[in-house]
């Protein structure tokens, strides 16, 4: 007698789904912190949804958007993170809900489809190979042609590798009603995503011959004490309601390219020797050029390299790891001291945030190796064997570059951390209390509000 074929694994429960969403939109620890459960515990959900539909592909065919939907809707996620906006369950329901309108018969929205949607197109925040994931079709040409345009112009023009320049804004948003708050939650009061106004705009400038100029930090409000001294790495400028786009790029070019330019030789109308030739690859969204800034940099002979939209993952060498690396060094420092923080005022907020760049900025010009092979494997610069290289090859280069930053920095985690690599699963180690919240009975509990069956049948 043959025994009973082991029962299939189980799909996730909706409440799980949930949490896994939050992870893969965020991060594993930001949806640990928000759903107060361990790391370890939502990493193994993923894991787990993933093995189902590894071994039920059936299950995953046609049910809800088309391709050429929901790579829409791929590249709407991509170019909501390009500007600092919010990614989460409510905006992608909603743009999701918004596309499938149009839909013959309909769409039906659910955890499961989101989730498994964010897997199939690559758009977890953990991935660090994004330059070896293909974007969605629409995008991936305009891709292809930028970076064909640059490696073109960098060759016929001779452009030196200190005058080819990646520009990139960070927007730090501070809340100010959870700094106000209980310990606790004040380590979520300053963020990289929001829709409000930032309080801080950081512009970072990085040189393909592995230099770093010197960032622009913007703030906003008036400084009653200005710092009294700052790092060369950094020049302050303080408005009392801030600065729209226009005004950040005019600060950007008259305070750093203009003078970087000056000190390579540049400067002459009409662009002056081919040695003062350069080229800047910036994003399409902060970055309207104005005549002002047009003329400065037609003035030091900068050909503006213009991203198209959603593509910056790929092809800007900032993107590579330099921003996610220095995003997560001033939420690590944030964390240590925001529970001491005591009725802060901006000015002294703002000392806090300039040490804390200052100090990554000096790391970061200890590290030219790793800033030029960003640009390499951005394919800004051609390869120096002369061939492309694979997604592949260049995927494995990121990943190697990622961790060497975060090294430098000194905010390595383990392999673990990432939900696209392998985990350890020991999670009968833990104690028992960590199984309660999601496991066994607990399941048919009320969650925000919700009985499990409403969930279940939840639809938009």
């Known amino acids: 007698r043959k025994d009973p074929p082991?029962?299939?694994?189980?799909?996730?429960s909706v409440k799980k789904l949930r949490v896994v969403l939050f992870a893969l939109?965020?991060?594993?620890?930001?949806?640990?912190?928000?759903?107060?459960?361990?790391?370890?515990r939502i990493r193994r959900w993923l894991r787990r949804f993933q093995s189902f539909h590894d071994d039920h592909p059936e299950l995953s065919e046609g049910k809800y958007l088309s391709l050429e939907a929901e790579e829409k809707l791929?590249?709407?996620?991509?170019?909501?993170?390009?500007?600092?906006?919010?990614?989460?369950?409510?905006?992608?329901?909603?743009?999701?809900?918004?596309?499938?309108?149009?839909?013959?018969?309909?769409?039906?929205?659910?955890?499961?489809?989101?989730?498994?949607?964010?897997?199939?197109h690559h758009l977890s925040t953990h991935t660090r190979r994004g330059v070896a994931h293909p974007l969605p079709k629409e995008i991936q040409g305009n891709a292809g042609a930028f970076i064909e345009f640059v490696q073109r112009q960098i060759h016929t023009q001779a452009l030196p590798r200190s005058m080819i320049a990646a520009v990139d804004e960070i927007s730090l948003f501070?809340?100010?009603?959870?700094?106000?708050?209980?310990?606790?939650?004040?380590?979520?009061?300053l963020q990289t995503v929001g829709?409000?106004?930032?309080?801080?705009?950081?512009?970072?400038t990085l040189l393909a011959d592995g230099n770093v100029l010197p960032a622009l930090v913007i703030s906003r409000g008036h400084l009653q004490a200005p710092p009294a001294t700052l790092p060369d790495s950094i020049?302050?400028?303080?408005?009392?309601?801030?600065?729209?786009?226009?005004?950040?790029m005019e600060l950007w070019a008259a305070r750093v390219w203009r003078k970087h330019a000056e000190c390579r030789g540049g400067g002459a109308a009409g662009g002056g020797a081919a040695s003062s030739k350069g080229m800047l690859v910036l994003d399409c969204h902060r970055t309207h050029l104005s005549e002002e800034v047009l003329t400065v940099l037609s003035s030091a002979g900068t050909l503006p390299a213009v991203i198209p939209a959603g593509c910056s993952s790929k092809i800007q060498p900032l993107d590579v790891c330099v921003k996610r690396s220095l995003k997560n060094f001033l939420h690590k420092k944030w964390r240590e001291r925001a529970k001491d923080l005591k009725d802060p005022d901006s000015s002294s907020?703002?000392?806090?945030?300039?040490?804390?760049?200052?100090?990554?900025?000096?790391i970061l010009g200890e590290c030219p190796e790793l800033i030029r092979k960003s640009f390499l494997v951005a394919s800004v610069?051609?390869?120096?064997?002369?061939?492309?290289?694979?997604?592949?090859?260049?995927?494995?280069?990121?990943?190697?570059?990622?961790?060497?930053?975060?090294?430098?920095?000194?905010?390595?985690r383990s392999p673990q951390s990432s939900p696209e690599l392998p985990d350890n699963d020991d999670d009968e180690a833990e104690a028992e209390v960590l199984h309660r919240l999601f496991e066994g009975e607990s399941e048919a509990e009320s969650f925000y509000g919700f009985e499990e069956a409403d969930l279940e049948l939840m639809e938009i």
Not at 6 to 12: A, E, I, R, S, V
Not at 25 to 40: D, G, I, L, M
Not at 76 to 99: G, M
Not at 195 to 204: F, I, Q, R, S, T
């Open 235 to 248: 020049l302050l400028e303080s408005k009392e309601n801030g600065c729209d786009d226009d005004e950040i």
């Open 195 to 204: 829709n409000g106004e930032p309080w801080c705009e950081l512009v970072l």
């Open 74 to 120: 791929a590249e709407w996620v991509l170019t909501q993170r390009e500007q600092q906006l919010p990614v989460n369950e409510e905006t992608l329901f909603q743009k999701a809900t918004k596309i499938g309108r149009a839909l013959e018969g309909g769409f039906k929205i659910s955890y499961e489809w989101a989730v498994r949607f964010m897997l199939r």
């Open 174 to 189: 501070l809340d100010v009603e959870i700094l106000g708050s209980d310990d606790q939650r004040k380590e979520n009061a």
């Open 25 to 40: 939109c965020s991060s594993t620890e930001q949806a640990a912190q928000h759903f107060r459960n361990p790391p370890r």
């Open 381 to 412: 610069l051609p390869d120096p064997g002369g061939d492309s290289a694979s997604p592949r090859r260049h995927g494995d280069e990121q990943e190697e570059l990622i961790s060497a930053m975060e090294q430098r920095l000194k905010i390595a």
């Open 349 to 362: 907020l703002l000392q806090l945030l300039l040490g804390w760049l200052g100090e990554a900025l000096e």
């Open 6 to 12: 082991p029962p299939p694994p189980q799909q996730l």
